[in-house]
């Protein structure tokens, strides 16, 4: 994730959620978060456009980055 922060962190944002933070709770609710690593990416609305539960490919992530900066 990182490498794509470093690639991608000048036309997006990348936030990461402590899991263990009480104060994440709602927003964790909000994306329906399920369990670790579970990866959303929103629109610049905060409309959930890809979900991945579990490690996917960088290839997927990057893909579907490029689909969301470049439509």
């Known amino acids: 994730m ?3 922060e470093n690639k991608y962190g000048s036309e997006m ?3 990461y ?3 263990d933070d009480g104060a ?3 927003f964790k609710n909000a994306l ?5 690593p579970h990866l959303v990416l929103l629109d610049a609305n905060g409309n959930i ?3 991945w539960i ?4 960088e290839e997927d992530l990057e893909e579907a980055i ?3 900066l470049f439509q």
């Not at 329906?32 to 670790?36: D, K, S």
């Not at 579990?54 to 490919?57: E, V």
């Open 49 to 51: 456009l890809w979900q």
């Open 54 to 57: 579990g490690n996917p490919p």
């Open 66 to 68: 490029q689909d969301a």
């Open 32 to 36: 329906n978060y399920r369990y670790q």
């Open 13 to 15: 944002q990348f936030s």
């Open 17 to 19: 959620i402590d899991v």
């Open 2 to 4: 990182h490498g794509l």
């Open 24 to 26: 994440s709770a709602e």
